[in-house]
C-alpha cells in the first residue's frame, strides 16, 4: 500500500478518538458549561466499556459479539454520562466553579479508568492481560466488500462502525445546533442565559441535557480507543493527553462540530507526522508532537485579534447562572 | 397566600437562598461533616473493591502517610510542594484570571533548574548554583506566566484555554530535552542529577533533608498573605477581579495589573519548580508537576485564599494519597487508587461550599383552609 494512504488512514485514525470528545464538548459548551472533565469522562467511557465487555465474555462460554458491543457501548455511555452528571449536579445545581469541578473530574476520571484498567484482571481471579477479542472484532469489522477497492477503500471504507457514528454524529449535531429549534434554545442558553430564561426556555433543563449527553458522546470517544484502535486491551495512561486535544479541537473548529471533522483528521495527522517524516532525529520527532497544541493557540489568538462574532465561544461560557443573582 | 389573580402559583418543593452571612462555626461544621461524608464514601468504595475491614484500611492510610520519619517527611514535603503551587495561584485567581498553566510553569521552572544542575553543576560553588537555580527557575517560570498575559490583557484571548495549552508545550519541551540528557543512554529517563556530588541539592538545615523546602514554602505564604492583604499592589489586584470596569474608573492601569500579577504567580510556581526538582527529585520527567498543578488550582479556589485554610485543604489531600498508595500497594491494587480517593474527596469538599453560601428550604405544609 502507498505510503500516503496508510498515512491518511492512521491519521484518521488517531482523530476520531478526539472527534467524539470535542462534538461532546461542543455541545456542553454550547450551553454555557466550560467542562473541563473531558480528559476524564473518556477514560471513564473507555474503561466501562471495556469492563462490560469483559465481564460479558467471562460470563459465557459461547459470547456472542453483538451482544458485547451492545453491552459496552452502553456501559461506556452511561458510565461517561455519569461522570458528566456529578460536574452537571456540582456546577448547575450547587454553583460551583465550573473549571474547578473539571478539573477535579479529570483527576477522578483518569484515576478511574488506570484504576479499574490496572486491577480488572486482578479482580477476575488473575488472568493476566485482559482482551475482550470476540467484541472487539466485530468492533474492528471493516465494511465487507467496498475496503478491498484499492486506494479508496482503505481510506473512505476500512474502519469500525464507531468511526463512521463519530462522523454522522458530529454533521448532525451541526444541523441541530444551525437548524432545528431546540438547538437554537441551545444557543441563547449559552450565549445568555437571562434572556433565554426570560424567553422561557428551560436554562436549568438545557444545561443538564447538554452536558450529560455531551459527556456520553464524549465517552464513546474513550470506547472507540480502546476498542477499535486498541483491540480490546487497556494500557495505563495509554489514552494520553488526547481528551486535552479534544478540548483544543473545540477552539480549532470554532465550536463547529461539522468542522471539527476534517480538524480531528488534521490533528491526528499531527499527531502520527513525526512517524512519516523520513530522517527526522528523535529529538526533532519530539518537538514535532507540539504542534497540535502550537496550532491551538495559534488559532485561539487568530480568532481574538480577528474578533470576529460568529467566531467567539459562547458569551457565558465558565459564567455560572442564577436567577435570582441577576 | 401564594395565588396571582384566580390562578394558584405551585410554590417549589426546595427553595435555594443566598445567605447573607453564616457563623464561622456553622460553615467549618458543613466542611468538616462533608470530609467525614467523603471518608464514609471512600471506606465503602474501598471495602466494594478489597473486601477488607474498612478500620483497617484507614489504619493503613494513616501508617503510609504518617506510619515512620520518612514516610511523614515524603508527606510534609509533599504537602508544602501543593501549598506552594497553591499560593502561587493565589493572585492570579484573586484577579480572576484563570490560570490553569501551572503545572507548565512548575515544569519549566524545574527545567531550568535541572538544566543548571546539569551543565554547570561541577563549575560553582553549591551556594552560588543553588541561587542561580532559584532566579533562573523563577524566571522560565515568568516567562511561561507572561506569554498569556500578554495576550490576555491586550487582546482578551481566553486564557483558560491557553494556559491550558501552554502545560502541554513544556511537556513536549521536557521530552525533547530528555533526549539529549538521558542517563543511562536509551532509558528515556534522566535519572539522578549529580548523584554523587550532589551539586545544585539542596543542604540538610535543621537536620532534615526537606528544611530549606519548609522554611521557603513557608516564607512563601507568609509573603503572599501579606502582599495580597496590605500593599498596594495587592490591593490592584482585588479591585481588578471584582469588577475591571470599577478597576478603569479608579484609574488603575488594568493590563499592567494582569501581566504583572502573572508573572508574580509563574514566577512562583517556576521556582516551586526548582524546589522540586533541586529539593526533592533531584531529576526531571514529564511528571515532574505529577498534575499537582491542577490539583493545586482546586486547593487555592476552595480555600478562598485563605492560607490557613491552603494548608488544611493540602495536608488532607497529601495525606489521603501518601496512604493509599501505601495501602494500594500492600493489597497489590493499583496506586491510581489515590486519584481516585482524591476525586471523591474533592467533589465532597466542592459541593458543600453550596451549603455554606445557600439555605435551602423544603416548601412548607400549607395549614388550614383559605
Known amino acids: 500500500m502507498d505510503i500516503i494512504t496508510v498515512f491518511i488512514q492512521k491519521a484518521i485514525g488517531q482523530g476520531i478518538g478526539i472527534l467524539f470528545g470535542a462534538s461532546g464538548e461542543i455541545i456542553t459548551?454550547?450551553?454555557?458549561?466550560?467542562?473541563?472533565?473531558?480528559?476524564?469522562?473518556m477514560y471513564m467511557g473507555g474503561i466501562a466499556g471495556l469492563m462490560g465487555a469483559f465481564f460479558y465474555e467471562n460470563a459465557t462460554d459461547n459470547p456472542i459479539p453483538m451482544l458485547g458491543v451492545i453491552i459496552s457501548l452502553l456501559a461506556a455511555f452511561l458510565c461517561a454520562a455519569f461522570g458528566a452528571l456529578i460536574y452537571s449536579i456540582l456546577?448547575?445545581?450547587?454553583?460551583?466553579?465550573?473549571?474547578?469541578?473539571?478539573?477535579?473530574?479529570?483527576?477522578?476520571?483518569?484515576?478511574?479508568?488506570?484504576?479499574?484498567?490496572?486491577?480488572?484482571?486482578?479482580?477476575?481471579?488473575?488472568?493476566?492481560?485482559?482482551?475482550?477479542?470476540?467484541?472487539?472484532?466485530?468492533?474492528?469489522?471493516?465494511?465487507?466488500?467496498?475496503?478491498?477497492?484499492?486506494?479508496?477503500?482503505?481510506?473512505?471504507?476500512?474502519?469500525?462502525?464507531?468511526?463512521?457514528?463519530?462522523?454522522?454524529?458530529?454533521?448532525?449535531?451541526?444541523?441541530?445546533?444551525?437548524?432545528?429549534?431546540?438547538?437554537?434554545?441551545?444557543?441563547?442558553?449559552?450565549?445568555?442565559?437571562?434572556?433565554?430564561?426570560?424567553?422561557?426556555?428551560?436554562?436549568?433543563?438545557?444545561?443538564?441535557?447538554?452536558?450529560?449527553?455531551?459527556?456520553?458522546?464524549?465517552g464513546l470517544?474513550?470506547?472507540?480507543?480502546?476498542?477499535?484502535?486498541?483491540?480490546?486491551?487497556?494500557?495505563?495512561?495509554?489514552?494520553?493527553?488526547?481528551?486535552?486535544?479534544?478540548?483544543?479541537?473545540?477552539?480549532?473548529?470554532?465550536?463547529?462540530?461539522?468542522?471539527?471533522?476534517?480538524?480531528?483528521?488534521?490533528?491526528?495527522?499531527?499527531?502520527?507526522?513525526?512517524?512519516?517524516?523520513?530522517?527526522?532525529?528523535?529529538?526533532?520527532?519530539?518537538?514535532?508532537?507540539?504542534?497540535?497544541?502550537?496550532?491551538t493557540i495559534l488559532v485561539l489568538i487568530l480568532t481574538s485579534l480577528r474578533n470576529k462574532r460568529e467566531n467567539q465561544p459562547p458569551a457565558s461560557l465558565g459564567e455560572p447562572y442564577f436567577r435570582e443573582e441577576r | 397566600?401564594?395565588?396571582?389573580?384566580?390562578?394558584?402559583?405551585?410554590?417549589?418543593?426546595?427553595?435555594?437562598?443566598?445567605?447573607?452571612?453564616?457563623?464561622?462555626?456553622?460553615a467549618w461544621l458543613i466542611r468538616i461533616a462533608a470530609v467525614i461524608l467523603a471518608l464514609i464514601v471512600c471506606a465503602f468504595a474501598i471495602v466494594a473493591i478489597t473486601k477488607l475491614d474498612p478500620f483497617q484500611v484507614y489504619v493503613g492510610i494513616i501508617d503510609g502517610a504518617i506510619g515512620n520519619s520518612r514516610r511523614t517527611w515524603v508527606t510534609i514535603r509533599d504537602i508544602l510542594v501543593l501549598l506552594g503551587i497553591a499560593i502561587a495561584l493565589t493572585p492570579?485567581?484573586?484577579?480572576?484570571?484563570?490560570?490553569?498553566?501551572?503545572?507548565?510553569?512548575?515544569?519549566?521552572?524545574?527545567?531550568?533548574?535541572?538544566?543548571?544542575?546539569?551543565?554547570?553543576?561541577?563549575?560553582?560553588?553549591?551556594?552560588?548554583?543553588?541561587?542561580?537555580?532559584?532566579?533562573?527557575?523563577?524566571?522560565?517560570?515568568?516567562?511561561?506566566?507572561?506569554?498569556?498575559?500578554?495576550?490576555?490583557?491586550?487582546?482578551?484571548?481566553?486564557?483558560?484555554?491557553?494556559?491550558?495549552?501552554?502545560?502541554?508545550?513544556?511537556?513536549?519541551?521536557?521530552?525533547?530535552?530528555?533526549?539529549?540528557?538521558?542517563?543511562?543512554?536509551?532509558?528515556?529517563?534522566?535519572?539522578?542529577?549529580?548523584?554523587?556530588?550532589?551539586?545544585?541539592?539542596?543542604?540538610?538545615?535543621?537536620?532534615?533533608?526537606?528544611?530549606?523546602?519548609v522554611i521557603m514554602v513557608l516564607l512563601l505564604t507568609v509573603g503572599m498573605f501579606l502582599y495580597l492583604k496590605y500593599t498596594k499592589q495587592g490591593y490592584e489586584i482585588s479591585v481588578v477581579g471584582d469588577s475591571q470596569n470599577t478597576a478603569r474608573y479608579a484609574a488603575i492601569n488594568v493590563k499592567k495589573v494582569i501581566i504583572r500579577t502573572m508573572v508574580i504567580s509563574g514566577g512562583i510556581c517556576g521556582l516551586m519548580g526548582s524546589i522540586i526538582v533541586s529539593g526533592a527529585s533531584h531529576t526531571i520527567s514529564t511528571s515532574t508537576a505529577g498534575g499537582r498543578g491542577f490539583t493545586a488550582i482546586i486547593v487555592a479556589w476552595m480555600s478562598k485564599f485563605n492560607p490557613f485554610a491552603m494548608i488544611l485543604v493540602s495536608a488532607l489531600l497529601v495525606f489521603m494519597q501518601e496512604g493509599s498508595i501505601q495501602i494500594a500497594s500492600q493489597y497489590g491494587l493499583n496506586e491510581n487508587a489515590s486519584e481516585l480517593i482524591t476525586g471523591i474527596i474533592l467533589f465532597f469538599l466542592i459541593g458543600c461550599e453550596f451549603f455554606v453560601n445557600y439555605k435551602v428550604e423544603f416548601r412548607k405544609k400549607q395549614k388550614g383552609v383559605i
Not at chain 1, 29 to 41: A, R, Y
Not at chain 2, 10 to 15: A, D, G, N, T, V
Open chain 1, 91 to 218: 456546577t448547575i445545581t450547587f454553583r460551583a466553579n465550573q473549571n474547578v469541578v473539571g478539573l477535579a473530574l479529570t483527576t477522578f476520571g483518569v484515576g478511574f479508568g488506570n484504576f479499574f484498567g490496572g486491577s480488572i484482571s486482578k479482580m477476575a481471579g488473575g488472568v493476566g492481560q485482559i482482551s475482550v477479542s470476540t467484541t472487539a472484532s466485530l468492533y474492528q469489522k471493516q465494511i465487507p466488500g467496498l475496503s478491498k477497492i484499492p486506494v479508496i477503500g482503505p481510506i473512505l471504507f476500512s474502519y469500525g462502525f464507531l468511526t463512521y457514528t463519530a462522523v454522522i454524529i458530529a454533521i448532525y449535531l451541526t444541523f441541530y445546533l444551525r437548524k432545528t429549534r431546540s438547538g437554537l434554545n441551545l444557543r441563547s442558553v449559552g450565549e445568555n442565559p437571562a434572556t433565554a430564561d426570560a424567553a422561557g426556555i428551560g436554562v436549568t433543563k438545557y444545561k443538564y441535557l447538554a452536558t450529560v449527553l455531551g459527556g456520553g458522546i464524549a
Open chain 1, 29 to 41: 459548551e454550547k450551553s454555557g458549561n466550560l467542562n473541563l472533565g473531558i480528559p476524564g469522562i
Open chain 1, 221 to 295: 470517544g474513550g470506547l472507540y480507543f480502546v476498542m477499535e484502535y486498541l483491540g480490546g486491551t487497556w494500557t495505563n495512561n495509554g489514552f494520553g493527553d488526547r481528551g486535552w486535544l479534544a478540548i483544543a479541537l473545540v477552539i480549532f473548529a470554532l465550536w463547529d462540530p461539522s468542522k471539527a471533522i476534517f480538524g480531528s483528521f488534521l490533528f491526528g495527522a499531527f499527531f502520527i507526522l513525526y512517524i512519516y517524516i523520513p530522517g527526522l532525529s528523535r529529538s526533532a520527532q519530539e518537538l514535532f508532537k507540539m504542534v497540535p497544541y502550537l496550532v
Open chain 2, 92 to 213: 492570579a485567581f484573586k484577579m480572576k484570571f484563570w490560570n490553569i498553566g501551572a503545572e507548565g510553569q512548575v515544569l519549566m521552572g524545574g527545567l531550568a533548574s535541572a538544566a543548571l544542575m546539569i551543565y554547570v553543576g561541577d563549575k560553582v560553588p553549591n551556594w552560588l548554583l543553588l541561587i542561580t537555580i532559584f532566579v533562573a527557575s523563577t524566571v522560565a517560570g515568568m516567562v511561561w506566566g507572561l506569554i498569556p498575559a500578554f495576550f490576555k490583557s491586550y487582546f482578551n484571548t481566553n486564557e483558560t484555554l491557553f494556559t491550558l495549552m501552554m502545560n502541554y508545550v513544556a511537556m513536549q519541551i521536557i521530552t525533547y530535552c530528555i533526549v539529549f540528557w538521558e542517563s543511562p543512554a536509551g532509558s528515556n529517563t534522566v535519572g539522578v542529577i549529580n548523584a554523587a556530588k550532589r551539586a545544585g541539592w539542596f543542604p540538610q538545615i535543621l537536620g532534615s533533608t526537606y528544611g530549606l523546602n
Open chain 2, 1 to 26: 397566600m401564594s395565588t396571582v389573580g384566580q390562578k394558584e402559583v405551585k410554590e417549589p418543593l426546595i427553595r435555594m437562598m443566598k445567605r447573607d452571612s453564616i457563623p464561622a462555626r456553622t
